[in-house]
């Protein structure tokens, strides 16, 4: 289960898909879950919200409480299983279902943990290697100058990397300044930042320095835990850099402010 297998034919007419908000979306950054369905119907799709979704267990999973995690997995799993497919703006919450779902549950809820994750993949995944979204014809280079961190889940466990690259030069005209040490953590790690603040500190520090060396005025991402950690120390320090979601920037949404800046 440590990668998934992409059915290479082409995709059925008019897709339904299931987005899965993620907390962090839903209470800080609504502007992700927004920009998504934008570019989930830009792709042909048919999206679907359920408004029952809450957690998707990931907290209490990563802390030992795996008592509290069934349930919410099994509500997930209840909520999302009809669609044909199942998207994340987040590859941590997409690789908490893929991966430690069917890990968690036994019996007919591991089977339905494992058919629901055959289905389920991050927004820049999806978008990319499954809907085919179409790049944009004579696209012109982009003005925006855009640096990118590749977070720990969505790297490791669901094997992003070239796909949000690719979309933000085909959709958008834009060339990534690539950071040093893009593929280490930034620190954030979910509760490992709470239980291990000053070496957290220390890592989001450094990668703030690396995104700030490369030049560029906007530091994007795919997973907002990481992208609220650098912004939240960008802000503490008085440093300078725009800190957006992908999704934002594909959608062209750059109306919003940047993450950690007004309303």
Known sequence: MNEQHHDQSPPPQRMRVSLFVTCLADLFRPSVAFASIKLL?????????????????QPAYNSGDYEATVPLAQQVIALLETADYVVVPSGSCAGMIC??????LQGEWRDRALKLAAKTFELTVFLKDIARIEPQ??????????TYHDSCAGLREMSIKEQPRQLLRELCGIEINELEQSEVCCGFGGTFCAKMPE???????????????????????????????????????????????IAELLSGDMDTSPIGEGR
């Open 199 to 245: 070496i957290s500190g220390k890592m989001v520090n450094d990668k703030l320095d690396h995104a700030l060396a490369t030049g560029a005025k906007i530091l994007a991402g795919g997973d907002l835990g990481c992208l609220l950690n650098i912004a939240g120390r960008a802000q503490r320090l008085g440093q300078e850099i725009e800190v957006r979601h």
């Open 41 to 57: 119907e830009q792709a042909g799709c048919e999206v679907m919200v359920p408004l029952q979704q809450t957690c998707c267990g």
């Open 99 to 104: 991966h430690h779902y069917p890990k968690l």
């Open 137 to 146: 014809r004579n696209n012109p280079p982009s003005t925006l100058s855009v």
